[in-house]
């Protein structure tokens, strides 16, 4: 299970929060099939996703995050929860390409330009939406540029994903740390100088750092208190239920002129497909009969 760590520093100035995400970004590759690089983009994407989530106001809220580039990966999208739960999916699972000259995995490459977008469902207030442009593609510096754009948050934002021989994800994890109003001139100076500590967050984790013995690395000097440490887990909320939902939203002829198009190919059902975990949910003519006549 992974498990994100919030923290706030003993004066007020920022709240800072920590995640090893490997179990999740392992889930996405057994659901996704991803190439090395796209894991690595995917990973980041929903490391970074599932903090933010929690900064939701209130349970029942979610958050959506994007990443639209231009590039082989194509869309990149993740949506979290209160709680920290996230699912996510990348258009192009097998988007990869050659190790940069430093040898890391060249998420911008298969990124492109592009625009990240955040939208927040809040209840019953209008959606928040946030749109700024990519910077690097990289994924933690394009989300610190949304936070000091849409948000006029100053953030520190380092995620890394480290994916092993094997394909899967050997190590995974991020650190999100966020300047509150009226922040002490003296403790944004020290996280300055604490960010470049943070240049291989993943490897941190790969040695079997604990996300407190990596939380004291990034407030070194800096006093702070815990708050608690959230169990996060992807999670995909599909069902059957939900599909009929989608099904009966194109309507009745739609859904049979596609039922119809299916059997000319030999298939007596239309086959829906979740985006996030590849479950699949067969009607049959029958089925959407009945779905209609209820």
């Not at 990124?111 to 207030?125: F, M, T």
């Not at 960010?195 to 996300?211: H, I």
Request: net charge negative; hydrophobic share 35%.
């Amino acid at each position: 299970m992974s498990k994100i760590l919030r923290a706030m520093t003993r004066d007020g100035s920022a709240r800072a929060y920590v995640i090893n995400s490997t179990d999740i970004v392992n889930k996405a590759i057994h659901y996704h099939k991803t190439a090395p690089t796209a894991t690595a983009l995917l990973g980041r994407l929903l490391t970074a996703s599932s903090i933010m989530g929690t900064m939701l106001p209130e349970d029942g809220c979610t958050m959506t995050v994007a990443i639209r580039g231009n590039g082989i990966a194509g869309t990149t999208l993740c949506t979290s929860d209160y709680w920290g739960n996230v699912k996510g999916y990348i258009q192009n699972p097998y988007a990869d390409l050659p190790l940069k000259p430093n040898g890391k995995l060249d998420v911008s490459g298969i990124v492109g330009g592009g625009i990240l977008s955040v939208s927040k469902d809040v209840g019953d207030e209008v959606p928040f939406n946030g749109n700024v442009e990519l910077v690097s593609g990289e994924v933690a510096e394009d989300i610190t540029s949304y936070y000091a754009t849409s948000e006029q948050t100053p953030t520190l934002c380092a995620l890394g994903v480290l994916v092993d021989t094997d394909y899967s994800c050997r190590a995974s994890g991020g650190v999100m740390i966020q300047l509150l109003p009226f922040a002490d001139e003296e403790v944004i100076s020290q996280l300055e100088k604490n960010a470049p500590l943070l240049n291989n967050v993943s490897a941190m984790f790969d040695k079997g750092m604990t996300n407190e013995e990596i939380l004291k690395i990034a407030l070194t000097n800096i006093e702070f208190d815990i708050f608690d440490e959230l169990e996060v887990d992807y999670k995909c909320n599909c069902s059957r239920e939900r599909t009929e939902k989608a099904l009966i939203s194109i309507g009745k002829s739609e859904a049979l002129k596609i039922l119809s198009e299916q059997e000319a190919e030999g298939k007596n059902y239309i086959e829906l497909s979740c985006h996030f975990c590849d479950s699949t949910y067969k009607f049959t003519k029958s089925d959407i009969d009945k779905l209609f006549d209820n």
